[in-house]
């Protein structure tokens, strides 16, 4: 019995550890560019403040591209296990553009 408790408890925290590293890999990729350095001097909190949030957003776009891929997968009748889903991971980052240049606008919305 002790072992079962054990196992489990084991392979918990083993899993949550990985989790724990893909998020400090993809962190470490999009603060360094895939570069390994830093170009600007560290000014604080505001830094890591919108490593979060980018980390973040990062998270929900790449959970909701996997949501709308395995709901495709099953609109066209694809097998889809519950064990293979929980599998997938959004810290995964390899199709990411981490050195490219970026635009943003604000949209103005019609009053």
Not at 6 to 17: E, F, P
Request: aromatic share 4%; charged share 30%; net charge positive.
């Amino acid at each position: 019995m002790v072992d079962l408790v054990d196992d489990t408890c084991r392979r918990q925290m083993n899993r949550q550890l990985t989790v724990e590293e893909s998020r400090h890999k993809l962190a470490r990729d999009v603060c360094h560019g895939k570069r390994g350095t830093i170009h600007q001097a560290y000014r604080g909190g505001d830094q890591l403040g919108a490593l979060g949030l980018v980390l973040n957003a990062i998270v929900l776009r790449t959970r909701k591209y996997i949501d709308a891929a395995v709901a495709q997968l099953q609109a066209e009748g694809h097998e889809t296990r519950d064990e293979d889903i929980a599998r997938l991971s959004p810290l995964k980052h390899r199709h990411l553009n981490l050195l490219g240049r970026y635009g943003f606008t604000a949209a103005v919305g019609s009053e």
